[in-house]
Every structure is written in C-alpha cells, then in structure tokens.
C-alpha cells in the first residue's frame, strides 16, 4: 500500500510540471481552439490603415497554425507600437514587429501573448476575449494578403483564421461575421469574398454588414459620396461636392448603419495639407461640415468653397487619426511637425455640431495610434524615432492626457 501511494504521488507532481509548461502564447490549430461567447457586436468605427480594394471573390486562406510563439508573461514590449484596440479602458491589446501583448491595467504591466514572424497591421476587439490582428509578412508598407489570427479567451491563445485579401479597416460584427474595405467573410475569416463598389472610387470602401456601405468616388473635378442598401449591387450619391484639386486620401468610418464620418484630404504645401470632415447619421440625407482645415500653403479643404467658413479648425497643419465612438461622438488627431510638440487632438460630442480642441500638445515625430473606450476614456500611442514609444491615457474625453507606459526600441530595448 505503501509503494502505491508513492507512486502516485509522483506521477501527480509530474503532471502538474507539464501541465505548468505549457506555452500561453500558443497559436491553436482551429478545431482547438475553445469557442467564447461574443458579449458585444462591435460598431466597426476606429483608425485604420488604407489599403485597396480587394482582388476576385472567393479568396481561401490556408493558416498552418506554426508561427513561432514562446510565453513571455510580464515583460515589456518594445520597439513601435504599429497597432492599438481597447476592449475597456483598462483592458486591451498592442502589437508591433512580431508581437502582441495586452494589459489589464491601462498599461502599468504588459504580457506578450503571442510572437511570430511579421508586422501586426492592425488589431479589433468585439469585447475583451474575441479579437482578431492582421499580420503582413511580405515586407511591403501597404498591399496584398494579410495573416489572420485570432483569439476566443482574451489572448491566452492565438490561432491562424485564415488570410485577408486587403489592408482595408478590419471590423467583426459577430464572431463569423467581418468585414475589411469591400472584404466579406462569414466564416470567421477563412474565406472572403468581395461586394461590389463603384466606378471611380477613392480609397477603400466602408460596409456596416453585408447590406450596407459607403464609398467616396472622385473624378471630373467633383468627389460624390455614394451608399449602397443592398451589399453593393446598387449605388447613389447622397452628397456632391466640387474639388478645387484631386483628392489624395479618404477615411470612412461610421457608428451604425445610418451613419457616417468622411475625411477627405486635398493637396498640401509648406509643410500643410488640406483636410475636411463631414458627419450624417440620417443616411446621408443631411450633413455637417466638421471640420474646414484650409491652408494658406495646401489651399481650400476639400468639397469646401474657397472663403466658406462652415466646419471647425482642427489643430495642427494636417491630419492624424480619426477616431469615431458613436454617431455623436468622434475624435481626431492633428500633427505640426515644425512644432516644438507636434500631436494635438479634437473631438466633437453632439455629432459635429461643435468641435472642441485640447490645450495639451504631446512630443514624438513618428506613427502614432489612436483608440477610445467611450466619449471619455483612450488610449494615444506615439512613437518618435529612436526615443521611446510613449503610450498616453485620458480621463476626460482628451482635455488632459498621461503617460501610461514606456517602450524602448527595439535595438536598445528587450527584444520581445
């Protein structure tokens, strides 16, 4: 009796040390990977990159699961931060060159879930378990297939979902269900297939679901924007506007399927550019000019006449991040890299009808990331060279904003 009980003793102690190594960072193969319950339905409005409009229908990815991934619970990322999405205030995720870490305590400790070969593009979480990043592998700053990964238990595990054809705005509507540029998937991401846009369009397209969307079309001196109720088989202008120059980039981003926020960007010059914001949430039947940010040296704002003084000045010389919560409420960075501090940031919370900027101006040169709870509680990512990335949360909507964490680059730094 004596012999047995030793015995099994041990192999107890043996299972509980395997079960104790077991890597956090595992990327599961899919018919792995524990499901979680999705609590919210995302509303798909946050910053993204542009991307073009993506190839054929049909699009299958393949996801071997075999990224490299090794369990490096606690310690700092490091290096620039190239992706940013809250699941709360206090809760969400960032990545840079080959990782994700998330924390749960708005940033005073980080673990690295997940680490691989690759960029992470973008990430976007529907609550604080279901999330997804895009990965770019091919060494291009923008264009061709993104690796998708995905996590149902807040991290823990990461699994390949399949490949996006784009580097559209990447948003989920349910677990299956997501959407990127004109990219539509029902499946979780590992097929996609693509909705039709229209001629003449001007970066990427935005779709609420599989029914509605909204594109901005230039051409012939006039930008028109145009929505769709039927997944893109029919499109109509419900806003024209004359261009005094081309247009060199749009971002759509929407709080419901009634709504939208158009950012328009125009020329620039002497260290200036041209940008205009304009807010509907009646379907495009009415609209707000938000912001009117004409240069002396980039000329009139877009879809603005010369001398029109409709919309609100935006700080800085040209745009940053647009961030949209709600259909009330949206935010937007502005930069001035001649400026001692070039990162300021506005907002509106009554849908464009006013607009109102910090007082507080922050430091750093380089790519930054934007992202926000609720019309009070974000999150601001800045990176400045070979300085440190500074990540910046606020408390009051952005009137005033505090550094949270610190990260070193990644040749001075520990290397994730």
Same mark, same amino acid.
């Given at each position: ?25 595992e ?15 995302g ?60 924390t ?6 980080w ?30 700053? $923008? ?34 269900e ?6 539509? $998937? ?11 846009v229209?001629k003449?369009i001007s ?10 969307g ?56 002497? $260290? ?16 707000? $000019? ?12 877009p ?9 609100a ?12 919560v709600?259909?009330q ?18 907002w ?6 006013t ?13 930054q990331?934007?992202g ?8 601001w ?36």
């Open positions: 009796m004596k012999f047995n009980l030793k015995w099994l003793l041990l192999a107890a102690a043996a299972l509980f040390i395997l079960a104790g190594c077991q890597n956090r960072g990327i599961m193969p899919p018919n792995q990977q524990a499901d979680g319950n999705t609590a919210g339905s509303n798909g409005a946050g910053n993204g990159n542009g991307g073009s409009t993506p190839p054929g229908s049909g699009n299958t990815a393949g996801g071997s699961g075999q990224t490299e991934h090794n369990d490096h619970s606690g310690h700092q990322p490091s290096g620039e931060v190239t992706a940013l999405r809250l699941a709360d205030f206090d809760k969400g995720w960032i990545g840079g060159d080959g990782w994700i870490a998330r749960d305590n708005r940033g005073k400790d673990e690295i879930q997940y680490e691989g070969k690759g960029n992470v593009n973008q990430l976007f979480a529907l609550n604080e378990r279901q999330a997804w990043a895009t990965i770019r592998t091919n060494g291009q700053a $923008t264009g061709g297939s993104l690796e998708l990964l995905h996590t149902a238990d807040g991290g823990s595990n990461w699994r390949a979902a399949g490949e996006v054809p784009n580097d559209g705005f990447l948003h989920f509507v349910t677990e299956q997501g959407l990127s540029g004109s990219a539509h $998937t029902t499946d979780g991401g590992a097929t996609w297939s693509a909705l039709p229209p003449g970066g990427d397209p935005y779709f609420n679901n599989a029914s509605y909204w594109a901005v079309t230039n051409g012939n001196g006039k930008m028109n924007v145009m929505r769709t109720e039927d997944g893109g088989k029919n499109w109509h202008a419900v806003m024209s506007r004359e261009l005094a120059a081309e247009l060199t980039g749009t971002v759509i981003r929407s709080g419901g399927k009634e709504d939208v926020w158009i950012e328009l960007v125009g020329d620039s010059g002497m $260290t200036q550019t041209s940008y205009s914001l304009f807010h509907s949430n009646d379907g495009g039947k009415t609209w707000t $000019t938000v912001i009117n940010n004409s240069t002396a040296g980039a000329g009139p704002a879809g603005i006449p010369a001398g029109d003084q409709n919309g000045k935006n700080e800085g010389t040209g745009p940053g991040l647009l961030y949209v709600d259909k409420t949206a935010f937007m960075s502005g930069v001035c890299h001649a400026c001692d501090n070039p990162n300021t940031i506005g509106t919370h009554d849908g464009g009808k607009w109102h900027n910090s007082k507080q101006s922050l430091p750093g040169v380089g790519p990331q934007l926000f709870a609720d019309g009070k509680h974000g999150w990512v800045i990176s400045d060279g070979d300085k440190p990335t500074l990540l910046y949360t606020t408390e009051d909507g952005g009137d005033t904003w505090k550094e949270a964490s610190s990260f070193e680059p990644a040749s001075t730094g520990q290397q994730p």
